[in-house]
């Protein structure tokens, strides 16, 4: 009786300190998951705000990935050459020059000549 009284002392001992350990890693591990879900529900809401008729999820989120791409990559190509951007037009816009090199798409836009 007194063997049996030590070991169960001894498992129930062991088993408080493992869980001890193991709280800590479940609880961290559900605070990550809520600002990962958190996160991936926003760029989710995000992506459904500009989705076209028609369109699948995964379409206009790679849409949107890549139009963020070529901003930013835009963005620090003018910041490199020291450039200010501007499609502003006057009138009829016959003085307009664009600076879109890519479509909706992604695809390289051809060059007016």
Do not use: N, P
Not at 44 to 60: K, N
Not at 84 to 94: F, L, N
């Amino acid at each position: 009786l007194i063997l049996v009284s030590v070991i169960s002392f001894v498992i129930g001992l062991v088993f408080l300190v493992v869980l001890r350990f193991m709280l800590s890693c479940c609880v961290w591990a559900a605070v990550l998951a809520t600002v990962l879900l958190f996160l991936f529900g926003g760029w989710l809401t995000f992506a459904a705000s500009g989705q076209c008729e028609g369109a699948g999820l995964l379409e206009t989120g790679a849409d949107h990935a890549r139009s963020i791409f070529l901003a930013g990559k835009k963005a620090a190509e003018d910041a490199v050459r020291d450039e200010t951007v501007s499609e502003a037009c006057t009138g009829d816009c016959a003085d307009y020059r664009g600076v879109q090199q890519h479509s909706k798409s992604g695809m390289t836009c051809l060059y007016w000549s």
